[in-house]
Structures are given as C-alpha cells and as structure tokens.
C-alpha cells in the first residue's frame, strides 16, 4: 500500500520538472454554490497536466540499467506528454503507444517532448497491449500511467501542496480514470488530516469506480464512451483500488452534459481553459453530486487543460445549449416572397439573435409548395427559449427543437 512518506519523498523529485500550482480561490464558483470553492490550477503545469508529476518521480526512481534500456507507456494524451519530458529530461530514451483516436494537439505534443509514438487501437487499453508488447520485445521499462506505486506518490505531490497552502481544507475533490491521481492525493491529504474528505468523480460513459466499491473486486467496462478523454479508462488499477477503497470517502459521476457547463463557465467566468476530464470536479460541485455545507472549503483538482480544439468548439456548443444560450430548431414556411421575412420579424421581436440559417426546398416531409428553414441561434437563458418557441407557435409556426 503507498504511504505519506512515498509522496513525501517523491515531492523532493518531482520539484525538478513540475512546478508547484497555483490554489485560487473563486468568487464565482463560491457564490454559486454557497460553498468556498478554491480551484487546484493543475492546468498551469508543464505539459498542461498533473501527469509529469508521476512520471518524473517513476523515472528518476530506476535503476542505471533500466535507464539505459529506455521506457514505454501508453495514454491517451497527457500521461504520455509527461513520460516524454521526464525521459528527455533525464536523458532516457521513451516510445509512448496512443489510441488511434487521441487528439492530434496531445499527439503532436509528445513527439514535440522527444517520444517516439506509436498509434494503436480504439482505446487506452488496446494502446497498453501494444506497448507491453514492445516492453517484452525491447527490454523496456513499463511507466504506467496510474497503477504504480511511484507514479501514484508522485501525482500525490499535489495534496502535499493543497494542504500547505490551504490547511483549513474541508473537502478535496479529484477526477478519477485509472485512480493514480487520487490515490495519492488521498493518501497525502488524508496523512495530514483523515477528517478531510476526498471525494472522486468519474464520466458517466467511463465509470468504473463506485461499482467496484459496490462489488469490492475491480469492475471492468466493455467499453468508454465520453467527451473527457483523459479519463476514458475501462477500468481502475489493481493497486489504486486499494486505495481508493481505503482513503477516498466517496465517487460519484457526471454527465458529458455536466462536464461541458464546467468547461464554459471556467472559460468564462474563470478565463480558464480546461480539458474535460479537469472539469469533472467543478462539474460535481456544480451539480451537488455529494453533499456539502455551505461555507465548506472545497478544492476541486483541476488536473489539466490539454483539450483538441475540436473538441472545444463541441464543448462549447453543447454547454451553451445546456444553459439555454444555443439552440437549434425546425420550422416550416410557405414558399411564398416574404414567408422568410416574417419568421424574422418574430425572432427579432423577441431579440433573438441568429447565428446561421439553412433553407430546404427539397425535404420529402414537406409539401411541394413548402420550403424547411433550419435555424442557430443565441439566446439568453432556456425561460428566453421557451419564450421564443411560444412566440413562434402563437404566430402558426410548427416549431422542432434540434438542440
């Protein structure tokens, strides 16, 4: 089992790549909640995530002949940008295997760290198949990407840091994939004070961690499916299961749904940039997925914002259209001179503003003397949304929500 003085020692380690984060204490988050929110700023670390931490720490730990024969991983992006920086930096050559789908920006940025990568299978688990083959193949050390001793005391360098800056902490909350991030947060946090709570939160598509609690055995998905790809596992590790069912208090989950509202309101109100598996702490706050106090003093373990632009803009979209700032409906018109006019004259009667409009003569649901008028566009809040599809219906508009 990891103990404090693991991630004690680690911390003198990884001091030489990570930088010691910043804690910040949120006016916006802490209104809206009631609670006192600091938010942990793992996305100012280098490589843009809490995973150099580990990695240095699981590196600097091998012996001379193991350096020399070099090391492999695989992750699906901010793991394998960790490896890639603490080999360079201690001058150990690195092959990190991704799953064919990882975002080209985390893709691009390994290689740019000096690894060399290998594409290969759906998912985090088909990546480590191959590269456990290419362990056995060249003699190389396995770094894994949570399921290790060294690399869990060294993520746990950020509750050692949590815990001197804010020792009045009453709750730390901390996303979990494979469970190598709180597993040793929780052991750090939890060797200063065990009355501080630890709470994890998982993907509602990859989550794997309250139902191996349930079962007390390691629960396996056949498959992930979420926007937070940095926690896109099937399963927890053998040795963070202990943990966590020793150390952390509760797990619960978050929608992709919830995960994008964190990403916007962070953009926004925070002019902070998360990926979504750094989110799914705030989205839990958010969302009152466990219970808390008002004026309790909650840390949510922001651990990175290496997020594909991609899958930002999709982010975006969706948590306007979950806070009622974006939607998309379906009308039909009259194809008669002025029927387009009309419909916006009642948009712009309810100052609704329009993003892009898409008009269909040729749809085989409508009359031939019809035309179908797709339209985005911006609202202020779903009571405006509704406002505006009641004002449509009023004017004889059949009116169909699309997002």
Known sequence: MLEADDVVEAHERVRETSRWTPLEYSHTFS??????IHLKLETFQRTGAFKIRGATNRIA???PEDREAGVVTASAGNHAQGVALAANRAGVDSVVVMPEGAPISKVKATRNYGAEVELHGADYSEAAERAHEIEREEGRTYVHAFDDEAVMAGQGTIGLEIVEDLPEVDTVVVPIGGGGLISGIATAVKDFDDDVRVIG????GAASAAQSLEKGRIYERESVDTIADGIA??????????VIEEHVDEVVTVSDSDIAVAVVYLLERSKTLVEGAGAVPLAAVLTEQFEFEDDEVIVPVLSGGNIDLNTLSTMIVRGLVETGRYVKLRTVL???????EDLIDVIATHKVNIYAIQHDRTSRDIGMNAAEVELDLETRSHEH???LVA??????YEVELLA
């Open 201 to 204: 939160v998982q993907a509602e």
């Open 61 to 63: 730990t091998l012996p």
């Open 334 to 340: 009259k194809d008669r001179p002025g029927a387009l």
């Open 233 to 242: 596992t099937r399963r927890i590790g053998d040795r963070t299961f202990d």
């Open 391 to 396: 004002g449509m219906r009023e004017r004889g």
């Open 385 to 387: 949304v509704a406002e």
């Open 31 to 36: 209104d809206m909640t009631g609670a006192e």
